[in-house]
């Protein structure tokens, strides 16, 4: 058997980390260290990691710790894999730059299911032929960012390829504010929270006499944990920071 890789993760606890707790103990070659509560005081958190000395950290907490999260892993030579949204650009940049330096591994995804991912690729496809094009993300009520990392990366694949135009009428004009959701070069992306949804997202197209839909749907939290395994492995090879889980699937 190959070497273990031996992994702790933070945000144990939630959802998402008790799922990913439970990938860890169906895979030989992955080794759960533990839980670590980057909440804790500093010396705590540690004499923590010495204790189990973890190859990866997977972060799975809240968008006001995965910065504090990083710069822990830069400083005891843990690779991060980070599931958690919220890094803003500039942190994403600097943290590129961080990673690189240090010739660590890094891996920020906003989304974890591969079905997300081959939505974003096709999203991007189809934004050549048809530049006009609405974001609709789906989450459970108590998501904290809006709109989802998921949504913006999709926006970002889309932009770099869409011919540049401001959709809409000249004179729209919201009667209720916020109607039209939010612009991201010249499209729209619109949020939607309720209870019993987990995650969601349909891309639309529009074009003469035509429409194209392309949806994905995760009806639970398992169906990111082939994407986390995926990322733990991979990002023991790497010596940068990687955002999207896109550029590692063919």
């Given at each position: 058997?190959?070497?273990?890789?031996?992994?702790?993760?933070?945000?144990?606890?939630?959802?998402?980390?008790?799922?990913?707790?439970?990938?860890?103990?169906?895979?030989?070659?992955?080794?759960?260290?533990?839980?670590?509560?980057?909440?804790?005081?500093?010396?705590?958190?540690?004499?923590?990691?010495?204790?189990?000395?973890?190859?990866?950290?997977?972060?799975?907490?809240?968008?006001?710790?995965?910065?504090?999260?990083?710069?822990?892993?830069?400083?005891?030579?843990?690779?991060?894999?980070?599931?958690?949204?919220?890094?803003?650009?500039?942190?994403?940049?600097?943290?590129?730059?961080?990673?690189?330096?240090?010739?660590?591994?890094?891996?920020?995804?906003?989304?974890?299911?591969?079905?997300?991912?081959?939505?974003?690729?096709?999203?991007?496809?189809?934004?050549?032929?048809?530049?006009?094009?609405?974001?609709?993300?789906?989450?459970?009520?108590?998501?904290?960012?809006?709109?989802?990392?998921?949504?913006?990366?999709?926006?970002?694949?889309?932009?770099?390829?869409?011919?540049?135009?401001?959709?809409?009428?000249?004179?729209?004009?919201?009667?209720?504010?916020?109607?039209?959701?939010?612009?991201?070069?010249?499209?729209?992306?619109?949020?939607?929270?309720?209870?019993?949804?987990?995650?969601?997202?349909?891309?639309?197209?529009?074009?003469?006499?035509?429409?194209?839909?392309?949806?994905?749907?995760?009806?639970?939290?398992?169906?990111?944990?082939?994407?986390?395994?995926?990322?733990?492995?991979?990002?023991?090879?790497?010596?940068?920071l990687v955002y999207g889980l896109e550029h590692l699937i063919d």
């Open positions: 058997m190959e070497k273990q890789i031996r992994v702790a993760v933070a945000g144990a606890n939630g959802r998402m980390g008790r799922e990913v707790v439970a990938m860890l103990g169906k895979d030989e070659q992955l080794l759960y260290t533990g839980a670590l509560d980057t909440r804790a005081a500093e010396e705590e958190v540690r004499a923590r990691l010495d204790e189990m000395k973890p190859d990866v950290l997977v972060d799975f907490t809240t968008p006001h710790s995965i910065y504090k999260n990083m710069e822990l892993c830069l400083a005891h030579g843990i690779r991060p894999v980070v599931g958690t949204t919220g890094l803003t650009a500039e942190q994403l940049d600097e943290m590129r730059k961080r990673f690189a330096e240090a010739q660590l591994g890094c891996i920020v995804a906003p989304n974890f299911a591969i079905g997300a991912i081959l939505c974003m690729k096709f999203a991007a496809m189809a934004a050549k032929y048809m530049p006009d094009v609405e974001i609709i993300e789906l989450h459970h009520d108590n998501k904290l960012d809006a709109p989802s990392g998921t949504a913006l990366k999709t926006a970002e694949m889309i932009a770099a390829v869409r011919q540049e135009k401001q959709q809409g009428h000249p004179q729209e004009k919201e009667t209720l504010a916020g109607a039209r959701g939010a612009n991201y070069e010249g499209f729209r992306i619109h949020s939607v929270r309720l209870p019993g949804l987990v995650a969601h997202q349909e891309v639309l197209f529009g074009a003469t006499g035509q429409t194209l839909s392309i949806r994905h749907d995760s009806i639970s939290r398992e169906s990111f944990m082939p994407g986390v395994n995926m990322a733990i492995k991979a990002v023991m090879n790497l010596s940068g």
